[in-house]
Each structure stands twice: as C-alpha cells, then as structure tokens.
C-alpha cells in the first residue's frame, strides 16, 4: 500500500522539479521583455553626463556583488562594452548544458564584451562546485544568494541570459538552449 502512494508521489516531485528548471524562452527585444520594462535594468539614463564629460554609468550597471570566489563585483567596470548577464542555479541541468558554450563565447568576445555569471537559488559551496565542474571560471560569476542582482532584472527562474548593449540598455532577455545563439546575440553589438 505504502508503495502504492509513494511512487505517485515521487513522480510529482521529479515533475515540480523539472518544471522549475524549465526555460524562460522569451526570445523578444528590449521593448518587449519585462527587464527591459523596469526603470532599474533599462539603461535611460545613459546620455546623462556625470559632470566631468564622461557617460554616466547606465543604471542597469549600478549594483555590486561578490564572486563565488570571495572576490568583489562592481558592475560599474562594465559600462561602454556589451555585457551577457547569465543567470544560472546550480542544481539545474539545463544550466550545465549552457555552461560550455557561455564559456566559449566569453573567450571569443574577451576584450570586445563582458561575460559575467550571476549564481542563485542556492548556497556558496554548490556554487564554486558548479564553477569548477562546468568550467566556467574564466569569467566572473557572481554569488547572488539573496537574489538582489536577480530581482534587479526581474529574473524569475534559472538558466536566463539578460544581453545589454554598450549603453547598458537590455536588448534581449530569455533562455538559449545549451547557450546555442549567444554569439548571435552579441556579434552586432560588438562591431
């Protein structure tokens, strides 16, 4: 009898999980996306000058961090170049499988554009462990256990690349299958 109940209910467990590492496949412009939307991860205020003749930094760039290895983030170092912001938990398959090609694409773009890994929904240690294994240590993942950076963009699940243009202005936001299509996504911001 225990047995009974007990497989039905682990199938709709192994379900919810699955389901909630699903995709986001909102594959839309900046004015359709709802980071786009928010006023803190849209980048109006890019013609504002800061007095000394430089850009202001966007205002999708005003946060900071720490990495998963301890180290701090100031976003602000990424104005002027396109950036990927990849959002990722490291339980999560569908992570895993985008994480050797985010890595290709950060060497690829190094120089020309910034790759940067932002870590949540679970503790520091499964972090690094999920650097480590993926190799994608490259390039800076940030440790977002209290989902500040996620809420910032309005990032409701895992495995979701935000693509910002030099300017700091969300130009696509959704999930690429095994990160397929992120080069494509940054070739005509770089030129």
Known sequence: MRARLLFPSLLAVIALALVGCGTQDNNTSSSGTAAASSPSASGSSTAAQDGSGTSAVPQALRFTGTTVDAKPFDSATLAGKP????????WCPTCKAQGPETARVAAEFEGKAHVIGVAGLD?????????????????PNLSDEAGEIWKKFEI????????????????FTGSLPAGKGLADKLNPLVG
């Open 123 to 139: 503790k520091e240690q499964a972090m690094k462990d999920f650097v480590t294994d993926t190799k994608v240590g490259a390039f």
């Open 156 to 171: 409701t699940q895992q495995s979701v690349y935000v693509v910002l243009d030099k300017d700091g202005k969300t130009v």
């Open 83 to 90: 950036t990927v912001l990849w959002f990722w938990a490291p």
